[in-house]
């Protein structure tokens, strides 16, 4: 495949980057990470009226009908800038999963509403154990008559105080395997339901637990076949795992400029810091690391674009190289910066912040690198 970017898609960066340093700046970033909600709406409309928010929903669903490479690309600029929005939550996550496990009447309902913004929606699908398996989920949806109620919880729920309506991924049947997970789409003002924020150290994203007791839910608002949402929610880590690895990628090269522009301004014994070879050199460890990353980003969002028989595997190994990258790439750029670059009136800490949480979002590099060698036969 060619891993250069065809001009439509050079043309989403350039003009993606040229929005964002504009609208998401990173005084924006600052003042909403003190701020309740933690996002804005403002640039959430932006962003819709950008057309970004249907870049994965099909044309037919009025959306822009592209694909995982196209998102990829806006993804990544999104990761460069923490734009504070629920664009993965609601445009990436949940949109793919209903676009893979819903029915067809259920995508001509839901996929415009998710397109042109007149709904945000999240996925809930991590409980206490935050295992990735089918045995991680354990929350049961018991049948009564034409209804199903649902008990317990779920954790590490992304953007779920702004959302309007949660995708729950719950049993219908016992059992630890895959048979018998089923998936829901409940309003978050149903009775019964309680959303929590979640204490966490970046506060550029938003996590939350969501109890639920004893909420009743219709049958039409099951999704897709009861009992056969696990492949769908496993594609949909595949799609979260490359989102991730692109908002890596972006993070990465954005700490890095700052670094290396800090160290052409910053003087020490009367030259930059920049002109010292042990400054150099962990430029260009970094940059070393960054650039190859690239061409993993690009084939998995390629495979998962076409849905090849790669797909799961490149996306963890992304996931997995992409998330490490972006955190030593910050821990020398803050290194870079000296006894500043950890200061809270810097700005350097909300990239070093964000890469940690990302390592551990959609499972760790052990995980992945586990899930590698599973998918490998090895």
């Known amino acids: 495949m060619d891993f250069g970017l065809n001009g439509d898609q050079a043309l989403l960066a350039q003009s993606a980057r040229a929005f964002l340093a504009k609208e998401s700046p ?19 409309a932006k962003m819709t009226k950008q057309g970004w928010t249907g870049i994965l929903v099909p044309k037919a669903n009025g959306g822009l009908g592209l694909g995982m490479l196209d998102a990829a690309v806006l993804l990544t600029e999104l990761g460069r800038f923490l734009a504070p929005c629920p664009f993965l939550s609601s445009a990436v996550l949940a949109t793919s999963l209903l676009s893979f496990a819903g029915s067809a009447s259920q995508k001509r309902y839901w996929l415009p509403r998710l397109a042109c913004g007149e709904v945000l929606a999240t ?27 649902l008990s317990g919880s779920k954790l590490f729920v992304l953007d779920a105080h702004v959302a309007d ?43 939350f637990e ?22 769908p929610l496993q594609r949909m880590l595949d ?9 890596c990628q972006g993070g990465a090269e954005r700490a890095l400029e700052m670094a290396v522009d800090f160290a052409k301004i910053r003087e020490q014994f009367g030259r930059p ?17 960054i650039e190859p990353s690239r061409s993993l980003l690009w084939y998995a969002a390629h495979a998962q674009q076409n849905n090849n028989k790669e797909a799961s595997r490149a996306a963890s190994m992304a996931k997995a190289r992409l998330a490490e990258v972006y955190a030593r790439a ?30 551990a979002l959609f499972g760790s590099p052990a995980f992945h690198r586990e899930r590698i060698a599973a998918l490998s036969g090895w």
């Open 273 to 289: 810091i920049g002109s010292f070879q042990a400054v150099k050199h962990m430029a260009a460890d970094c940059f070393a690391e």
């Open 26 to 44: 990173p005084a924006l970033v600052r003042r909403l990470g003190d701020d309740p909600v933690g996002q804005s709406t403002d640039l959430n």
């Open 239 to 247: 799609v979260g795992s490359v989102a991730i690895a692109a908002e």
């Open 165 to 207: 309506v949660y995708l729950v991924a719950a049993r219908t049947s016992a059992g630890l395997g895959p048979e018998g997970v089923s998936l829901f789409a409940i309003p978050s003002d149903a009775v019964g339901l309680s959303v929590t924020p979640l204490a966490g150290f970046d506060t550029t994203r938003r996590l």
């Open 123 to 149: 996925v809930a699908w991590l409980e206490e154990s935050d295992r990735l398996d089918p045995a991680g989920t354990a929350l049961r949806a018991r049948r009564a008559r034409d209804r199903f109620r």
């Open 330 to 359: 910050t821990n020398k750029a803050v290194q870079m910066h000296g006894g500043i670059g950890f200061t809270w009136e810097h700005d350097m800490h909300f990239w070093f912040k964000r890469a940690k949480a990302n390592e």
């Open 210 to 231: 969501i109890k639920f007791d004893d909420v009743v839910v219709e049958r039409d608002q099951r999704i897709g076949r009861e009992g056969a949402t696990w492949k």
